[in-house]
């Protein structure tokens, strides 16, 4: 049991769209070490996360009403690894020098989220 808490990642979801998050949620469930411990619509509701609860690893959509994820990045003292999850592939230069773990576009491919949370687990191990 041990060794599984410490394989473990604990996943925020911020994303404005409910069927985003939905989608998300389905498709990390996959992944038997990812356990969800919150979700976002906005960065409001993510601080107030963040402030109660360990994080490793934050799914994050770049333009919602009220502040974007780079916004929010840039608020946090304590920044978990960070994934960004959004339509627009015009960000990956900006994600790519905020130090994001890994950039993805929607619809999220399964294949593709999988090699970002081996990317965090890796993090965690190395």
Do not use: C, W
């Not at 069927?19 to 038997?32: I, S, W």
């Not at 070490?33 to 360990?54: F, H, K, M, S, W």
């Amino acid at each position: 049991m041990k060794e599984e808490q410490e394989r473990e990642i604990r996943v925020l979801i911020v994303d404005d769209e409910r069927l985003a998050r939905v989608n998300l949620r389905g498709l990390l469930g996959e992944h038997p070490y990812v356990r969800i411990v919150g979700e976002a619509r906005n960065i409001a509701e993510a601080r107030q996360i963040l402030d109660e609860t360990p994080v490793d690893l934050i799914f994050l959509d770049i333009q919602m009403p009220g502040g974007s994820g780079f916004d929010l990045l840039e608020a946090l003292e304590r920044r978990p690894h960070v994934v960004f999850v959004t339509a627009h592939d015009h960000y990956v230069t900006q994600a790519s020098a905020s130090q994001a773990l890994d950039f993805l576009l929607k619809p999220v491919d399964p294949d593709r989220l999988g090699e970002s949370l081996q990317k965090a687990l890796s993090y965690r191990e190395g």
